[in-house]
């Protein structure tokens, strides 16, 4: 990890945990709304970002995972903290199977495949309403019994969302992550370097999927409730929004687009009533269209002015920066 | 029964293979996929609706303006947001078009919402009298729907078949540089055929508005048949299109009744997982 991440994951989790104390009780359900799709979109830019796989249907794991817990919990009593585990080692060996499957398609029809896959979900959610409760949704336990269950189920969200991001800060850097990004960039010149590519294709999507079950095991422990609304296109509309408003394939933009998404928008709510999808759609559009990178590049950008502007104001030589 | 079903699943197929066809050119000539193909369903039926109720339009002249103004809102979106594939050079234009159109659907979804308002309407009935074919009784609209379906995909594959404007399709599908060279203005005919697929959505969803009645949030499903229709068919088939909508409307309408209603979106699903999996060219595709 460089040491720039070290520092945010620190100020965040610094932040998270004075949070409850600071705020007004209803936003520690914002901040873990924040953690849940913080966590799914961080396994969606593992898979899109890092490993070039354009995934439709990357909402049908949280709700593989989300079931799996809530099901397990309700059948054989497991327990909360066991149910992330499982919901996360399901949706990942699900994962397995349908990147196995994708192997075979690439581009314009592994989108397809996976949105095909994500819609059979869905429908079999529905249809299935004596084990799944159907549109209804299915209750879970939470985390802990108590009047502290809210405050306890937030901390562990910002724990899985710290934790994800640390992985995926680790992967970026590692040489694992260097074989997913060959596989995104040229396939082919990956294949001749002796990369495994198919290997490395599954295990992209596999890990990325199993972080998106975690964060639906999370939000079912958290909401006490999972229903297949989470599994929707509407859904997937907002994790593709967050992560390139964020910034694709960087490790900071699925962390930045949710703070947008969800915390912005929370704040904004007063002014803006029902317009907020409205105007990150178009955020999207002008995005896409003009800044492909999202907030990332525009930081990026920026920064370097910016150092350059405060080693000015402290005194130093402006070519100072430069040198770096 | 058996009839009636099937003659339901054809009326029903012949809309669906509408909306596959324009993707279909779409992608043909673009080599882009359109998520907001959908939406431009939503807005003809919209359009057709406004144009009766607000204009006193009749429905022969309704269906007509709503498929000119989804053409020019076509027009203007690959104008305004889709030119840059074939002017700048996008490292993946494919990627690129997924995210914008994407981008797109939710944009018109939500403007749909608070522009039109979120409760359902229903235009008049087009033609407001019951048909017997074949001993087996129809409403006049879904009659209406099926046959101008039927015309309007004959017309396209005809215009591309015989005119010189769709023998320049259809050299851009075979080969863009070489249609350049030829003269092919690609700029030129990148709009008229996004504002046509978009029209052919347009069409669809203006023709099927009585049937089904309106809310900004009817485009989700044509968009998942137009998806099926063109994944079964072959990429840029337009026969192909037609035989996969029929094969569709016919497999969800005999599947709804008689394994169960629940399932019916499946069905569609499973087929075009089938196809992509192993028989990735489609009905009539060529490898």
């Known amino acids: 990890m460089k040491r720039n991440e070290i520092i945010i994951a620190t100020v965040i989790i610094a932040l998270g945990l004075i949070a409850p104390w600071v705020l007004p009780s209803v936003w520690t359900m914002v901040v873990s709304l924040f953690c849940y799709y913080a966590i799914l979109t961080i396994g969606w830019n593992i898979i899109f970002g890092y490993t070039g796989l354009f995934s439709y249907g990357h909402v049908a794991f949280p709700a593989i995972g989300g079931y799996t817990a809530a099901l397990l919990a309700e059948h054989i009593g497991l327990s909360p903290f066991l149910g992330l585990l499982a919901g996360g080692l399901a949706a990942g060996f699900i994962g397995v199977l349908i990147g196995l499957l994708i192997l075979r398609v690439r581009g314009f029809y592994l989108c397809l495949v996976t949105w095909a896959f994500a819609e059979v979900v869905n429908v079999v959610l529905k249809a299935e309403h004596q084990i799944t409760g159907g549109t209804g949704g299915f209750l879970a336990p939470s985390f802990v019994s108590g009047p502290n269950a809210e405050l306890v189920g937030y901390f562990i969200g910002l724990g899985l969302m710290a934790l994800a991001f640390v992985v995926s800060a680790l992967l970026y850097h590692s040489r694992w992550g260097l074989y997913l990004f060959a596989v995104r960039d040229d396939i082919d010149a990956a294949e001749s370097m002796g990369v495994k590519t198919r290997f490395w294709k599954v295990f992209g999507f596999a890990f990325g999927c199993a972080w998106a079950g975690v964060a639906g095991a999370f939000y079912t422990y958290y909401f006490n409730l999972i229903d297949p609304s989470i599994g929707g296109l509407d859904e997937m509309g907002k994790v593709c929004l967050i992560v390139i408003i964020g910034g694709l394939g960087t490790v900071y933009g699925p962390i930045l687009g949710s703070f947008f998404v969800v915390i912005v928008a929370e704040f904004l709510r007063g002014w803006v009533g029902g317009y907020s999808l409205l105007i990150f759609a178009t955020i999207m559009i002008l995005a896409v269209r003009f800044v492909r990178g999202g907030f990332m590049e525009i930081i990026q950008v920026i920064s370097p002015h910016l150092r350059d502007k405060y080693l000015i104001l402290i005194g130093k030589k402006y070519r100072a920066s430069r040198e770096t | ?287």
């Not at chain 2, 429905?59 to 053409?71: G, H, Q, R």
């Not at chain 2, 080969?175 to 959505?201: F, P, Q, T, Y």
Request: charged share 15%.
């Open chain 2, 1 to 287: 029964m058996l009839l009636e079903l099937i003659i339901r699943g054809i009326t029903i197929g012949l809309v669906y293979a509408l909306m596959g066809v324009g993707l279909a050119l779409l992608n043909g000539v673009m080599r882009i996929i359109n998520f907001a193909h959908g939406e431009f369903y939503m807005i003809g039926g919209y359009m057709a609706y406004y144009s009766m109720t607000l204009l006193g339009l009749p429905f022969y002249f309704a269906v007509p303006a709503a498929i000119a103004i989804t053409f020019l809102l076509g027009a203007v979106v690959e104008k305004l947001l889709l030119s840059p594939i074939h002017t700048q050079e996008i490292e993946k234009p494919m990627d690129y078009a997924l995210i914008l159109t994407f981008a797109l659907l939710l944009f018109f979804r939500q403007l749909a919402i608070k522009v039109f308002g979120p409760f359902r309407h229903k235009p008049p009935d087009y033609i407001p009298v019951d048909v017997h074919i074949l001993g087996v009784k129809i409403s006049g609209n879904e009659v209406l729907a099926g046959i101008v379906s039927a015309l309007l995909v004959l017309g396209l594959a005809l215009f591309i078949k015989k005119s010189w404007r769709g023998r320049g399709w259809r050299a851009i599908t075979l080969s863009r540089k070489g249609a350049k060279i030829n003269g092919v203005d690609i700029g030129k005919e990148s709009w008229i055929s996004c504002g046509v697929a978009c029209a052919l959505a347009g069409a669809a969803g203006a023709l099927v508005a009585p049937i089904f009645t309106l809310s900004p949030t009817i485009g989700g499903s044509p968009l998942v048949k137009s998806y099926e229709v063109m994944a079964i068919g072959g990429l840029g088939s337009i026969a192909g299109a037609l035989v996969a909508g029929l094969m569709l409307g016919v497999a969800e309408t005999l599947g709804a009744f008689y394994i169960s209603s629940a399932y019916k979106d499946a069905i569609g699903f499973l087929m075009m997982a089938f196809f992509l999996l192993f028989r990735p060219q489609g009905l009539f595709g060529q490898k």
